[in-house]
């Protein structure tokens, strides 16, 4: 999971604004996820990527878009759309090609000022 | 699609003794069930899987059991330490080539002294 880098830790968006959170892998990992979690509600899938130029909506897509024009990269853009951004943001990673596992990022927290 | 219920969502142990968390999910065709530890403000890690041909595995003092016909799979924690604090999150994903997770809602694990 080290090799799983998000960025900022804390992002402060203001009404009306829309931000972008990174995820960076130097896995050489195929799969990329994004996961938002509010307390007591585990981690609910945003989107998800299992090659590059393809990704799919997850549970909760509405206000979030994605891009993956790079192998190691998928960031987030939490748009204006989305009323209640307040969360811990999580990036995640998996090999692919049958192989399951999850690695995750550090996460980042999003607060509305 | 898949739903993944998780019980109990709080649970306190004195030092020492068993901890035992229950996970049901909804898709027969799940294939592969991880369970991630999180310690406060800190990323989701890895600490057991287990794979659908697969009835129990252990590692330490961690185990986990599926029970395929019955569609639900537990982790049992023995000799809990100070250092077990944490929520503990089941996922579950479905067969083929997707690789999908969908979590439970986690449970947080406390320790009595």
């Known amino acids: 999971d080290g090799g799983i880098t998000q960025s900022p830790k804390y992002l402060f968006r203001k009404e009306g604004q829309n931000v972008t959170l990174s995820c960076e892998q130097n896995?050489?990992?195929?799969?990329m996820y994004w996961y938002r979690q509010d307390p007591g509600q585990g981690l609910r899938l945003i989107y998800y990527?299992?090659?590059?130029?393809?990704?799919q909506k997850g549970d909760i897509a509405e206000g979030y878009s994605v891009s993956r024009e790079k192998k190691e990269s998928f960031p987030l853009t939490v748009t204006s759309a989305q009323k209640n951004p307040t969360a811990f943001y999580l990036c995640a990673s998996s090999i692919g090609q049958g192989l399951k596992t999850q690695y995750f990022g550090p996460g980042t927290r999003l607060l509305v000022l | 699609g898949e739903n993944v219920e998780q019980h109990p969502s709080t649970l306190s142990v004195q030092e020492g003794d068993s901890a035992v968390i229950k996970c049901t999910y909804s898709?027969?065709?799940?294939?592969?069930f991880p369970w991630y530890k999180q310690e406060l403000g800190k990323r989701p890690q890895l600490i057991i899987d287990i794979r659908s041909n697969v009835g129990e595995k252990k590692d330490q003092r961690i185990a986990v059991t599926l029970n395929k016909t019955a569609k639900h799979f537990s982790l049992h924690i023995t000799e809990t330490q100070p250092e077990d604090s944490a929520v503990y999150f089941c996922?579950?994903?479905?067969?083929?080539?997707?690789?999908?997770?969908?979590f439970g809602k986690g449970t947080l694990l406390t320790m009595n002294p």
């Open positions: 990527s299992q090659i590059v130029n393809d990704f």
């Open positions: 896995l050489n990992h195929d799969a």
């Open positions: 996922a579950a994903s479905p067969g083929g080539s997707n690789y999908k997770l969908t």
């Open positions: 898709d027969s065709a799940s294939n592969y």
